[in-house]
């Protein structure tokens, strides 16, 4: 993302995971976000550019920004496992780099199926300061419910004309819940022309929700 990133070789659960981490150039350091990539099966890394604005908001709002590939994705070992090991390695990832402090989860499309996961994992034990959920892939696999009592820090944002993953599928998982949705008039799944706009919504939302 710039010349400060630094590459990691992290341990998974299938073995090496490679990541990348940005911080910020100056001031507290509040936490440090995890951000989730989309399906390993169709071209999703942590280079996506909806991961990579994901991550820049997080560092302007000052906190440390964490991505990484997936098993099986560029060179982080491993195969596909449909959700299940992925999330075993985004949590794999979250307590190598933060065992304890503030942390924030996000990610986009399968990441953000991903990371509903990781939440439940995580329970009331360690729950986020902030989660970002981006074109949620809810009509191709089960997300998790957000607790009721993320729901204040927690942003779901949708397109409203995503092709990949109908804003109708969203909807209906987020009704049962009350969850809100931000919805962006116009806009399909990978936000082309928009991404200073969704930038824009998740530093808005962690500099009014988050503690």
């Given at each position: 993302?710039?010349q400060?990133t630094?590459?990691l ?10 990541a990348?981490?940005?911080v ?13 990539h ?9 280079h996506?550019k909806v ?5 820049r908001?997080f560092?302007?709002?000052?906190w ?11 060179a982080s070992a491993?195969?596909y496992d ?9 949590l ?11 942390v ?6 399968f990441?953000?199926?991903v990371?509903?996961h990781v939440v ?5 034990a360690r ?8 074109g ?10 957000m607790?009721q ?9 949708h397109?409203e004309q995503?092709?990949t993953v109908?804003l109708?599928?969203v909807?209906d ?8 949705i931000t919805v ?6 990978f936000?082309?022309g ?6 824009s919504?998740?530093?808005r ?7």
């Open positions: 993302m710039n400060a630094q590459t070789s992290l341990q998974g659960e299938a073995g090496v995971l490679e990348l981490l940005d910020p150039a100056e001031g507290v350091v509040q936490g440090t976000a995890f951000i989730a989309p399906h390993p099966l169709f071209g999703g890394t942590m996506n991961v990579q604005t994901l991550a908001a560092v302007q709002c000052g440390r920004a964490v991505r990484f590939n997936f098993r099986g994705v560029g491993g195969t449909e959700g299940r090991g992925e999330a075993q390695d985004m794999r990832v979250l307590e190598q780099l933060a065992p304890e402090g503030p924030a989860l996000a990610g986009f499309s990441g953000a199926f990371t509903s439940q994992a995580l329970g009331e729950l986020p300061q902030a989660v970002v959920l981006v949620t892939a809810a009509a191709r696999f089960e997300v998790a419910p607790p009592a993320l729901h204040e820090r927690c942003l779901v944002v397109g995503d092709d109908p109708a599928s909807m998982w987020a009704r049962p819940q009350s969850l809100p962006i008039p116009g806009v399909e799944h936000f082309h928009q991404l200073p706009l969704l930038k919504l998740v530093i939302h962690l500099k009014t929700s988050v503690a």
